[in-house]
């Protein structure tokens, strides 16, 4: 009995110093990945708890293997956007322009009533209200409304919003989009807005901005205004 509570208490501490070591995130936050390694963690340790005849190193190799493994993904990830789609994914836009896109719920596995359970919970009762409902990585639902605010959860902002929409001669928001992230510019985004590298590289010069490298991030706004900013002298890069 005293060894299977010395063993708990050990492994315990460790579970806990690694999850510390793989970040902050809450757990509704972890992308896929991170979700299966935690899950993959947690059974580890729970194998030399259930039965003492195992080394207690058997436990401890593989939990600390699974740390490295998400180090070395997540510095990868911070490199190189490419493998951030392979390991992430990318968002799914399951409303857009107020229309759902039941093509996208199929490829998803989400139900009409999955969904506008989702809006409700954000505190909006009329799809109308609903420019694009967007899915993240993390599997949570964001959403832009007609009024260009961004989702909130209090009745008072839903109650805004449709006033807003009663309002005459606004324009309609439009999803942002980002061309350039961390000095690289993203063709794939490029290709969906029915642009090229040129027009990006010329947007930026009319901002006098004459390497992208020196952008930390470049795309247009919810109203098509085109923002940017750039990295200070001497600051640290990812």
């Given at each position: 009995?005293?060894?299977?509570?010395?063993?708990?208490?050990?492994?315990?501490?460790?579970?806990?110093?690694?999850i510390r070591l793989m970040g902050k995130r809450q757990v509704g936050e972890l992308q896929p990945y991170e979700f299966v390694i935690t899950i993959m963690i947690?059974?580890?340790?729970?194998?030399?708890?259930?039965?003492?005849?195992?080394?207690?190193?058997?436990?401890?190799?593989?939990?600390?293997?699974?740390?490295?493994?998400?180090?070395?993904?997540?510095?990868?990830?911070?490199?190189?956007?490419?493998?951030?789609?392979?390991?992430?994914?990318?968002?799914?836009?399951?409303?857009?322009?107020?229309?759902?896109?039941?093509?996208?719920?199929?490829?998803?596995?989400?139900?009409?009533?999955?969904?506008?359970?989702?809006?409700?919970?954000?505190?909006?009762?009329?799809?109308?209200?609903?420019?694009?409902?967007?899915?993240?990585?993390?599997?949570?639902?964001?959403?832009?409304?007609?009024?260009?605010?961004?989702?909130?959860?209090?009745?008072?902002?839903?109650?805004?919003?449709?006033?807003?929409?009663?309002?005459?001669?606004?324009?309609?928001?439009?999803?942002?989009?980002?061309?350039?992230?961390?000095?690289?510019?993203?063709?794939?985004?490029?290709?969906?807005?029915?642009?090229?590298?040129?027009?990006?590289?010329?947007?930026?010069?009319?901002?006098?901005?004459?390497?992208?490298?020196?952008?930390?991030?470049?795309?247009?706004?919810?109203?098509?205004?085109?923002?940017?900013?750039?990295?200070?002298?001497?600051?640290?890069?990812?």
């Amino acid at each position: 009995m005293f060894i299977v509570l010395i063993r708990t208490i050990f492994l315990y501490a460790l579970v806990i110093l690694v999850i510390r070591l793989m970040g902050k995130r809450q757990v509704g936050e972890l992308q896929p990945y991170e979700f299966v390694i935690t899950i993959m963690i947690s059974d580890l340790a729970a194998l030399p708890m259930q039965d003492t005849r195992l080394p207690l190193i058997l436990g401890i190799i593989p939990i600390i293997t699974l740390l490295f493994i998400k180090t070395i993904l997540s510095l990868i990830q911070l490199k190189s956007q490419k493998a951030r789609q392979i390991l992430e994914g990318e968002p799914c836009i399951l409303i857009s322009r107020g229309k759902i896109r039941f093509d996208a719920l199929k490829k998803q596995q989400i139900n009409l009533d999955e969904l506008m359970e989702e809006i409700r919970l954000a505190g909006y009762f009329d799809l109308s209200e609903i420019e694009f409902g967007i899915l993240e990585n993390n599997g949570q639902m964001s959403f832009l409304t007609s009024n260009n605010s961004s989702s909130s959860n209090s009745s008072q902002n839903s109650s805004e919003s449709q006033s807003s929409n009663n309002s005459q001669g606004r324009k309609r928001p439009q999803l942002p989009v980002i061309y350039v992230l961390d000095g690289k510019i993203n063709k794939n985004t490029l290709t969906k807005s029915k642009q090229d590298s040129d027009w990006i590289i010329k947007e930026l010069k009319k901002h006098h901005v004459s390497s992208i490298e020196d952008v930390v991030i470049a795309m247009t706004d919810t109203n098509g205004k085109f923002i940017y900013q750039l990295h200070k002298d001497g600051e640290a890069r990812i």
